[in-house]
Structures are given as C-alpha cells and as structure tokens.
C-alpha cells in the first residue's frame, strides 16, 4: 500500500475506533445539495459523514477491531461517525428522515461498539428516544419508589396529627357553645 493510502487509512481507523457508532449508508445518485444537507444536520448531533473507498474502510475496520464490513461494502459508500458527545439514536434518526425525503442514503450496515447493526435494527434504534430522555425516565422511576416509600413513611405521622386535631378541635367546640350560653 502506498504511504499515501496508508495514511489515510491510519486517520479513517483512528476516527472509526474512536467513535461510539459507525453507521455504514449507501450514497448512490444523491447530489452535492442533499449530501451537504445531510452533513449539516448529522453535524448537529455530534457526527459526521465521510465519503470513503471500500477498500481503505474495509482496512481502517480492521486496524480498529471492527467486524468486517465485506459484505456490504459495495458501490458508493460513506461512512457516518460520532464524537464522544453523539448519540447513535439522533444520528439513526437524522438518516431514516433523510431517506424517508429523498429515498437516498439507505443505511447498509451499523455497529454499536462490537454489536453488528443490520438496516433493520438502525431503524428500530431511531425510533428511540434520545439518549438524555431515556437518562431523563430513568431517573423518573428509580425516584418514584423512593417518593412513594416517602409517603407511606409520612402518612401514620400525618394522620396520627389529623386525629389530634380532630379531639382538640372536638375539645375546644363545646366549651365555645357553653360560655356562650
């Protein structure tokens, strides 16, 4: 391999080991428009789109540990990665809306740290909610017992305090009614 193509494949395993997610589309027919397009709004979630050769990621995945991607690397390829910040989910979802607009990009293949994704489980994975929202319900129900084992604590004591009131207030009424007579 000449250095050249070396180096790039050193960069493309770098960046592919690094990131959380690779998503694997197939870019066939779509325009410089739509593909900056795509760009941008993968951009917005921490990822990013490169167009690469078969061979160089086909090498690049193997440097980086990655499964082999042999069969699906055919015809015009581009790889989507993330940073430490993205969320395969956005990224799934920015992809199945992009194709579901212009029938472009089709996811080929995913893999999510050592697990193979096929272009059916991208899907389900878009359909996801984000990453922060599934942290956000998580902590919803681990709180909830917790504020429910509150209550029970706290309902003999409040209703212990109710009766009290309810023989102080039955105390205090006939003495009222008898001075007043």
Do not use: W
């Amino acid at each position: 391999m000449r250095v050249e193509k070396k180096q790039i494949v050193d960069e493309l395993s770098k960046q592919v080991g690094a990131s959380p997610f690779v998503l694997i589309t197939d870019y066939t027919k779509m325009t410089v428009t739509e593909f900056a397009a795509l760009r941008k709004k993968l951009r917005a979630a921490h990822a990013e789109c490169h167009v690469v050769k078969n061979s160089m990621l086909r090498h690049a995945a193997k440097e980086a540990g990655l499964v082999e991607f042999d069969n699906v690397l055919a015809g015009m390829t581009a790889v989507v990665i993330g940073n430490a910040k993205a969320d395969i989910s956005a990224a799934a979802k920015i992809l199945k809306q992009f194709t579901k607009d212009t029938e472009k990009g089709k996811v080929k293949l995913g893999v999510l740290g050592k697990q193979v994704l096929q272009p059916a489980d991208v899907d389900v994975v878009a359909d996801l909610p984000a990453l922060d929202v599934l942290r956000a319900q998580l902590i919803g129900l681990l709180q909830t017992p917790a504020q429910r084992i509150a209550v029970v604590l706290g309902a003999p004591a409040s209703q212990l305090a109710r009766v009290i009131q309810a023989y102080a207030d039955k105390e205090v009424a006939p003495t009222a009614t008898v001075g007043a007579a």
